[in-house]
């Protein structure tokens, strides 16, 4: 299992050829990444996130042990990072390890739904117009009733 | 106690943490207690439906009981991802 909260960029590709070669007897390997989006209509210069030192890497190890432990993984990571980043950089990446694609599809989605509102980062988008908090949705939220 | 604010919680309150001497018996009293101290507390915690709590880094209801805990953070819902 790999954890890391981390100003710096990764590189997405040597971490997924990194993970996916560790594990001869898992048949499927997912991986997730997300990036920063412009907004459509009040151009992104900037994307800030703030999160909770000690907390935020607490909050994301017990989320890949529920996810090891309920999809029987052999293995997952999660890579999120914080600071300032701008438009099209990447901001987070999960990878998982299963026996068969279902089950690392499904933790890859349990991670990312449990990472959106449970793991303490918050955004704040910064346009010509202004800076704001990104308000959470509540969406985001119900997505956790179907695990 | 060590009191933490992350996000527009900090902002409003002007601090990202403090230290404070309280006998609250629960998140709630803690926050009670902080609303009558001044102003710019009272209107960060004017409306509990929009923020979250965590207790020595857990996220708890704001029932949840103070005896024993070094650290109680506040800040709004979590957008992560």
């Known amino acids: ?147 | 106690m060590d009191i933490l604010y992350f996000a527009w919680v900090r902002e409003r309150i002007g601090v990202p943490r403090e230290q404070i001497d309280t006998a609250a018996a629960t998140v709630a009293d803690l926050v009670a207690e902080l609303r009558a101290r001044e102003e710019r507390y009272d209107i960060a915690f004017s409306d509990l439906s929009s923020l979250r709590v965590a207790v020595d880094q857990e996220l708890v209801d704001f029932d949840a009981p103070l005896a024993g805990v070094r650290e109680v953070a506040f800040f709004p819902p979590m957008t992560g991802g």
């Open chain 1, 1 to 147: 299992m790999h954890i890391s909260v981390q100003q710096e960029a990764f590189d997405l590709g040597a971490v997924s050829a990194d993970f996916a070669g560790g594990h001869k007897d898992m048949g499927a390997i997912v991986t997730f990444t997300g990036v920063v989006r412009d907004l459509p209509d009040d151009p992104l210069e900037a994307m800030e996130i703030e999160h909770y030192p000690g907390m935020t890497e607490k909050a994301l190890r017990g989320m890949a042990e529920q996810a090891m432990a309920r999809f029987s993984l052999g293995d997952a990571l999660v890579i999120h990072r914080y600071g300032r980043l701008v438009p099209g950089e990447m901001i987070m990446m999960v990878a998982t390890a299963a026996r068969h694609r279902k089950d690392a599809f499904q933790a890859a989605e349990f991670l990312m739904d449990y990472l959106k509102s449970r793991a303490p980062f918050w955004k704040r988008e910064i346009t010509k117009t202004g800076a704001g908090w990104v308000e959470s949705k509540d969406e985001d939220e119900d997505a956790l009733a179907r695990w």
